[in-house]
C-alpha cells in the first residue's frame, strides 16, 4: 500500500518537475496552445457541420421523400467530401506545424533533460512528460476549441441555411462530437512529445554535455557494448512515433470526418506520391546537389555560406519541407475552388456530361426549325426525344408498387459523335434509382443511403443472376467498362422484356446524373427500339457549347417554342453552394496559414537567436545587418521555394489522376493558379522572414557593432 | 560486496575521425581513428578521495566519463559497487545511477528553469525508495544556500552554483561521487571551499570521490592522485 501510494506521488513530483520545465518557455507555450485551440475549432466546427448536414438530410428524407432529397444530398455530399478532404490536409498541416513547435520547444531542453537522465531519469518517464503536457494543455484547447468551433458553426449554419438551421438531435451529437475531439487532441500531443523527447532522451549524455561524437564512436562499436543496439532503436523508436501519428490521423479523419472511400484512398494515394516524390527530391537531387557544389565550390560570397548550411539541420529540414508542402497543397485547392469553381465545373461538366446546354422543344413541329438553326451556326449536336412515362408502360416487368412515372430519353441521332450518347444495340441505359424501383437491380444499402454507395447486385428474380456470376470468369468477361468512361455498365444476359421488346442484352449505368438536366431514367436508342415517336414526345437537342454559343443558341431557338437549360444555372447553383461552403473552408484555411505563420515566425526567430555570434562574425567581417540575416533566410526561402514548386506540380499531375481515379470525375485545375499559389507560397514565408528579423534586430539590445 | 567500489579493467576508448565515417564496421586499420584511453586499469576503495590529473588532451574528462556511466568504453569493462555496469538495462542503469552515483561538472549544469531548491531536489523525483530528504534545508542552511533557494540559476553566483551543483549530487546520498574539475570555474579561495566542504562531508559518510583537475593544489587534499598521459596511467 505505502509502495503503491509511494509510486503514485512519485509520478505526480515527476509530472510537476516536467511542468516547472517549462517555466522559460511561457511564449512557446502559449502560442501552442493557441495552436492546439485552433485547430480543435476548426475541427470541432466541420465535425458539428457535417453532422448537421446528415440530420438535416435524413429528416429531409424522412419528411419530402427520396426524390426530392437525393438531388440535395448528392451536392452536398459532394461539398462534404470537398470539406472532408480539406480538414484532412489541414490537420496534416496543422499536426506538422504542431510538431515543428513541440520539436523546438523540446529540444531547447535537451541539456536539461539530459542532466534529468544523469540523475535517474528514464523512457518511461518521457511518457509521464507527454500525458502531463497532454492533459493540460490537451484538455483546455479541447474545450476552448469546442466553444469557438460551436460559436462558428452556429454563425455559419444560420447564414446559410437560414431559420431553423440546426436540427435538433445536433446538440444530441454535440457530446459525441467533443468526445471525438477530445480523443484527438491528447493522442497527437502525446505523439508529437514522444517524437521528440525519444530522440532527446536517448542520446549519448557526452554528446550533449560535452559536445562530443559520441554517437560515432559508439556506432564503431558494432557487436562490443549492447549501445549499439540500443542507439539503432532511438532511432526507430522517434520514428514509430512519426508512424504512430499518421496513422492515428489517417484513421481518425476517416472515422470521424464524412469523406467518401474513394476519395479517402485516393487521397491518400495523393499524399504518399507527393511525400515519395518530395523525398526522393531532397535525399537525391537537394541533397547531392548541396554536397557537390559545398566539396567542389569554394567560398566567394554569404549565398555561398547559405548553400553550406542547407540541409545540415535534417529534421528541421524536413518539418519545414512537410509544413510547406501541405500548406501549399491546400491553398492550391482552396485557391482553385475559390476563384475558379466555376470554370472547373463548366469543365468537368462538359467533359463528364458530354454537353452543357439542352434545348427542348414543345411543339413537335420546332424541331426541324431548330436543328436548321443550328446547322447554320454549324453547332453539333445530339438529338433526342424524351417523354414521362407510366411505369405500366414498361412491358415485362414488374409494376413498383407505387406506380408512379419516369422520364425516358430516346437517342435519335448522335450527330455530333458525342460518346457520352452511345447505346450499344439492343441495348438500353437506366439510371441506378430506376433498376433498382422496377426489380432489375438493387443498391447497397438503402435508396435514401445519402453516402453514394452503389454496390450492384442484381436481384435474384426472372434472370436470377446472383453475385457468384459476377464473381465468375464468365461473369467477369462479361463486365466491361463503357466506352462511356464514367459509366461503369455491366452486361448481362437476362431474358426479360421492355416496352415489348426482348432484351437479350442490356446495360446498367450507374451515372451520376443529379448534375443532368436530362435526370432521364432510361436512354435507349430508338432505331433498335421502335417505341414509335408521335407528338406526345418533347425533341431535345444536347449541345455542347461555351459559355459564348450559349447566348447566340438562346437568340437563334428564341423565335421557336423552345425552352433552353444551360449548365451555367446548375453550375451557378452548386458555385454558390461551395461559396457558402468556402467561409467554412477559409476559416479551416485561415486556422492553417496561422499556424504556419507561427510555427515560421517562432522557428525563424529562434534560429536568429540561437545563431546571433554567427551573425555578429559575418558583421564584424563586413556584411551588413540585412545581408547577415540574408544567410539565414535563404535557407528558409531555398527550402519553401523547392517544397512549394515541387508541390504544385504534384498536385497539377496528381490532382488529376486523384479526380480522374477518385473520383471517376474530371476537374482540372488551373495552372496559372497553382503558379501564383507555389510564388505566394515563397512570398510568404519571405514575409515572415523578415518579420521576424525585424522583431529580433529591435529586441537584440546591446549590438556588438557599436557604429550601426 | 567486493572491497573496491570501483573497479576498471583494460578500459580503451576510440573516437573515430569524419573520414572514418563512411567504413563499415571497426577498421583495424589505426588510420582515422583517435585512441583516447589505452588500456586504463586502476581500482578504488571506499571512502576515498582520488584526483584524476594529466594533461589537456590527456583523457582525464573522457575516463571519468567512462567512469561515471555516461560514455561507454570501446573495449574493457568498468565495474560500479560490485555491478559490471555497462552490462545492465537501460532502467537498471537509470536506477543505478540515481541510487549510487553523484555527478559534479565544471560548467555545473542546472537545470535553468529550475530554482536553486527544485535543482537539489530534483534526482529525489526519480528515486523509487524515497521522495524526501529530511536534511535539504539543514544543508543548504551549511553552504550559505537557504536564503538563494528561490533563485534560479542566472541569478546565483559561480560558487553558488556549484554549492548547489554539489548538494543536488549528494541528495540521494550517493555511495560514489564523480566530479569533473569541480574547481575549475571558481576562483582560488571559493574552490578551496568547496573542496573542504566534499573532504569534510566524505569523511563523515564514507563516500567515495573520483574527481578530475589540473590544478595540484586540489590534487594534494586527495587521499590518492592517478596520472594520465597520452590515455595511459603513468602513475
Given at each position: 500500500m505505502d509502495g503503491k501510494r509511494m509510486s503514485k506521488n512519485s509520478v505526480l513530483t515527476k509530472i510537476t518537475l516536467f511542468l516547472k520545465l517549462y517555466r522559460g518557455k511561457k511564449a512557446e507555450n502559449i502560442i501552442l496552445l493557441l495552436l492546439y485551440t485552433l485547430l480543435s475549432s476548426a475541427i470541432s466546427m466541420v465535425l458539428l457541420v457535417q453532422e448537421n448536414n446528415s440530420v438535416l438530410i435524413a429528416d429531409g428524407i424522412s419528411k419530402g421523400g427520396f426524390s426530392e432529397t437525393e438531388k440535395m444530398s448528392m451536392l452536398y455530399d459532394s461539398t462534404e467530401n470537398i470539406l472532408g478532404i480539406i480538414v484532412v490536409i489541414t490537420l496534416f498541416a496543422g499536426v506538422a506545424g504542431v510538431m515543428c513547435l513541440i520539436h523546438f520547444r523540446n529540444h531547447e531542453l535537451m541539456k536539461s533533460m539530459v542532466i534529468l537522465r544523469t540523475y535517474g531519469m528514464n523512457e518511461k518517464d518521457i511518457l509521464y512528460k507527454a500525458l502531463a503536457d497532454a492533459l493540460i494543455y490537451g484538455i483546455i484547447s479541447c474545450f476552448f476549441g469546442y466553444v469557438i468551433g460551436y460559436g462558428l458553426f452556429k454563425g455559419f449554419s444560420r447564414d446559410i441555411l437560414g431559420a431553423g438551421y440546426i436540427m435538433g438531435a445536433v446538440s444530441g451529437?454535440?457530446?459525441?462530437?467533443?468526445?471525438?475531439?477530445l480523443v484527438f487532441m491528447p493522442v497527437l500531443i502525446i505523439l508529437c512529445n514522444l517524437y521528440t523527447d525519444l530522440a532527446i532522451v536517448n542520446r549519448p549524455i557526452v554528446e550533449v554535455l560535452y559536445e562530443r561524437n559520441a554517437e560515432i564512436s559508439r556506432r564503431r562499436l558494432n557487436g562490443r557494448t549492447d549501445d549499439e543496439g540500443k542507439l539503432a532503436k532511438y532511432i526507430i523508436d522517434s520514428r514509430y512515433a512519426a508512424i504512430a501519428l499518421c496513422v492515428f490521423i489517417m484513421l481518425y479523419a476517416f472515422a470521424a470526418f464524412h469523406i467518401d472511400g474513394a476519395a479517402f484512398k485516393a487521397l491518400m494515394i495523393m499524399a504518399a506520391f507527393i511525400f515519395a516524390f518530395s523525398y526522393i527530391l531532397f535525399k537525391l537531387f537537394f541533397r547531392l546537389f548541396v554536397d557537390r557544389v559545398r566539396n567542389n565550390k569554394a567560398l566567394h560570397t554569404l549565398r555561398d555560406i547559405t548553400r553550406c548550411f542547407m540541409c545540415a539541420r535534417k529534421r528541421r529540414d524536413i518539418l519545414l519541407a512537410c509544413v510547406i508542402s501541405m500548406g501549399t497543397v491546400l491553398i492550391c485547392i482552396v485557391s482553385n475552388i475559390r476563384f475558379n469553381i466555376s470554370g472547373i465545373l463548366r469543365s468537368a461538366y462538359q467533359d463528364n456530361m458530354g454537353y452543357s446546354i439542352l434545348v427542348r422543344c414543345d411543339d413537335y413541329e420546332d424541331r426541324v426549325n431548330v436543328r436548321e438553326a443550328l446547322k447554320e451556326m454549324k453547332i453539333g449536336y445530339t438529338s433526342a426525344y424524351s417523354k414521362l412515362m407510366d411505369y405500366s408502360d414498361l412491358a415485362g416487368i414488374e409494376e413498383p408498387d407505387d406506380g408512379g412515372k419516369f422520364w425516358a430519353l430516346v437517342i435519335d441521332e448522335g450527330t455530333d459523335d458525342n460518346t457520352h450518347f452511345r447505346v450499344p444495340e439492343h441495348g438500353v441505359v437506366v439510371e441506378s434509382y430506376f433498376a433498382g424501383r422496377c426489380g432489375l437491380m438493387e443498391q447497397g444499402g438503402s435508396y435514401g443511403d445519402i453516402q453514394g454507395n452503389q454496390k450492384y447486385n442484381v436481384q435474384a428474380n426472372n434472370g436470377q443472376i446472383s453475385d457468384e456470376y459476377f464473381n465468375s470468369e464468365q461473369g467477369n468477361n462479361r463486365q466491361k467498362k463503357s466506352e462511356q468512361g464514367q459509366s461503369e455498365q455491366m452486361n448481362i444476359e437476362q431474358d426479360i422484356k421492355l416496352f415489348g421488346g426482348h432484351i437479350s442484352s442490356w446495360q446498367l449505368s450507374d451515372t451520376d446524373q443529379y448534375l443532368s438536366l436530362v435526370n432521364y431514367n432510361v436512354m435507349i436508342n430508338y432505331n433498335d427500339w421502335k417505341l414509335g415517336i408521335d407528338e406526345e414526345w418533347s425533341p431535345i437537342f444536347l449541345i455542347d457549347a461555351s459559355k459564348l454559343q450559349e447566348k447566340m443558341i438562346a437568340d437563334a431557338v428564341s423565335d421557336y417554342d423552345c425552352h433552353i437549360e444551360s449548365a451555367s444555372g446548375l453550375i451557378d447553383e452548386i458555385s454558390q453552394l461551395m461559396k457558402d461552403y468556402m467561409r467554412i473552408i477559409a476559416v479551416t484555411a485561415a486556422t492553417l496559414i496561422l499556424v504556419i505563420s507561427s510555427v515560421f515566425y517562432t522557428l525563424i526567430r529562434k534560429d536568429l537567436i540561437s545563431r546571433r555570434t554567427e551573425l555578429y562574425m559575418y558583421r564584424v567581417f563586413g556584411a551588413t545587418g540585412s545581408q547577415a540575416d540574408m544567410v539565414v533566410f535563404g535557407e528558409y526561402i531555398i527550402i519553401a521555394l523547392v517544397s512549394s514548386v515541387v508541390v504544385t506540380v504534384a498536385v497539377l499531375i496528381i490532382g488529376e489522376l486523384y479526380f480522374y481515379y477518385g473520383l471517376h470525375k474530371h476537374f482540372p485545375f488551373s495552372v496559372p493558379i497553382l503558379l501564383i499559389t507555389a510564388g505566394t507560397a515563397m512570398i510568404f514565408i519571405f514575409v515572415c522572414c523578415k518579420a521576424a528579423g525585424f522583431i529580433s534586430r529591435k529586441g537584440a539590445g546591446v549590438q556588438v557593432i557599436r557604429d550601426e | 560486496?567486493?572491497?573496491?567500489?570501483?573497479?576498471?579493467?583494460?578500459?580503451?576508448?576510440?573516437?573515430?575521425?569524419?573520414?572514418c565515417k563512411k567504413s563499415k564496421g571497426v577498421s583495424d586499420k589505426p588510420q582515422g581513428t583517435s585512441r583516447i584511453l589505452d588500456n586504463v586499469s586502476f581500482t578504488l576503495e571506499r571512502g576515498k578521495i582520488t584526483a584524476i590529473v594529466g594533461k589537456?588532451?590527456?583523457?582525464?574528462?573522457?575516463?571519468?566519463?567512462?567512469?561515471s556511466g555516461i560514455d561507454a568504453p570501446t573495449t574493457g569493462n568498468v565495474k560500479l559497487i560490485g555491478e559490471n555496469y555497462y552490462k545492465l538495462s537501460k532502467r537498471k542503469k537509470a536506477e543505478f545511477r540515481n541510487r549510487n552515483i553523484g555527478i559534479l561538472f565544471q560548467n555545473y549544469h542546472l537545470i535553468p528553469e529550475?530554482?536553486?531548491?527544485?535543482?537539489?531536489?530534483?534526482?529525489?523525483?526519480?528515486?523509487?525508495?524515497s521522495n524526501d530528504n529530511p536534511r535539504i534545508d539543514?544543508?543548504?542552511?551549511?553552504?550559505?544556500?537557504?536564503?538563494?533557494?528561490?533563485?534560479?540559476?542566472r541569478q546565483l553566483s559561480g560558487g553558488e552554483q556549484q554549492r548547489t551543483a554539489i548538494l543536488r549530487a549528494l541528495v540521494n546520498k550517493p555511495q560514489i561521487l564523480f566530479a569533473d574539475e569541480p574547481t575549475g570555474a571558481l576562483d582560488s579561495k571559493t574552490g578551496r571551499q568547496i573542496m573542504e566542504f566534499l573532504v569534510a562531508?566524505?569523511?563523515?559518510?564514507?563516500?567515495?570521490i573520483v574527481l578530475v583537475t589540473h590544478d595540484m593544489e586540489i590534487a594534494g587534499m586527495c587521499d590518492r592522485q592517478i596520472e594520465l598521459a597520452d590515455g595511459s596511467v603513468v602513475g
Open positions: 451529437y454535440s457530446v459525441l462530437i467533443f468526445g471525438k475531439l | 560486496m567486493s572491497e573496491y567500489i570501483l573497479e576498471v579493467n583494460n578500459v580503451s576508448k576510440i573516437i573515430y575521425t569524419d573520414k589537456s588532451g590527456s583523457g582525464k574528462s573522457t575516463l571519468l566519463s567512462i567512469v529550475l530554482t536553486c531548491e527544485e535543482n537539489i531536489r530534483m534526482p529525489l523525483c526519480f528515486s523509487s525508495d539543514e544543508w543548504m542552511n551549511a553552504v550559505g544556500l537557504y536564503d538563494k533557494k528561490k533563485l534560479f540559476p562531508y566524505t569523511h563523515r559518510s564514507n563516500m567515495t
